[in-house]
């Protein structure tokens, strides 16, 4: 029950994100996209760090000095694999306008949900490296800190949801098509979860160089996207001021329930 409750909240975030189409107007404004891709890049930043990075490290403790290599070596993979599915998927930036990965036919409104798509990736696997290490129970992982991290990637795909199905709107789509791509956008996260708790018998193992590759795929995701388009246009702090705001509401979710 504790697995699927785990599975299961991230993508509630991104569902109830998405569902701001039927009630806010039909475009975002400038001020209140800064705020929640500030948030967003907060708690990011601080579940990279608490809830991956320093469990990594912990789990090669008996590498004495040398236990930052197996974090050092899965972070780069995961930026490296984050980079390739940059350059090989078609997707827009919808703040920005602008195209990556390889040339496409596909429609716009497709491109913009497979941006978030690209971004949810390592979301999924976080919250599912985190439980296939409690799962296998020859961990330190506990039920509180997987649900701690399921929590906080919750809360920050509440404005990743609203970030996709508002501009899907701007773009024509009726509220209900708009609503259900921005929810369809999140459906990565708990597919890879789930992979990933199956597996768990074979990841334990990789588990230091899983948690720092997940870590990397998110920062990644943050530097690459999430601080360019808060940083976009006239210059403003709101940005800044949340990322604060959701780095340290992560950091305290990790701690307290950690």
């Not at 350059?87 to 716009?108: D, R």
């Not at 979860?193 to 193992?205: K, N, Q, R, Y």
């Amino acid at each position: 029950m504790e697995v699927f409750l785990c599975i299961l909240i991230p993508f509630l975030g991104t569902t109830l994100g998405a569902s701001c189409v039927f009630f806010m107007k039909r475009e975002m404004s400038e001020k209140i996209r800064r705020i929640l891709t500030g948030f967003a890049a907060g708690v990011m930043v601080a579940a990279s760090i608490w809830s991956l990075i320093v469990p990594a490290i912990e789990q090669s403790e008996g590498m004495g000095r040398l236990s930052f290599i197996p974090t050092v070596i899965g972070f780069w993979i995961g930026v490296l694999f984050l980079l390739l599915l940059d350059k090989v998927i078609p997707h827009l930036h919808a703040i920005s306008g602008t195209t990556e990965g390889v040339k496409s036919s596909l429609a716009k409104t497709t491109m913009m949900v497979l941006a978030v798509t690209l971004h949810n990736i390592p979301e999924g696997m976080a919250v599912g490296v985190v439980l296939a290490g409690f799962v296998s129970g020859k961990t330190d992982i506990s039920a509180a800190s997987a649900l701690a991290l399921s929590i906080g990637i919750a809360i920050q795909n509440f404005p990743e949801g609203a970030i996709i199905s508002m501009p899907l709107r701007s773009e024509g789509m009726k509220k209900t098509r708009a609503f259900v791509g921005g929810v369809l956008s999140g459906i990565v996260e708990p597919v890879g979860a789930v992979l990933t708790v199956l597996a768990s018998g074979f990841i334990t193992p990789a588990l230091p160089y899983l948690l720092s590759f997940a870590a990397g795929a998110m920062l990644y995701v943050v530097v690459e996207e999430l601080i360019p388009e808060m940083s976009q246009g006239e210059h403003s702090n709101l940005g800044t001021i949340f990322f604060a705001v959701g780095f340290s509401l992560m950091m305290v979710l990790d701690v307290a329930l950690g």
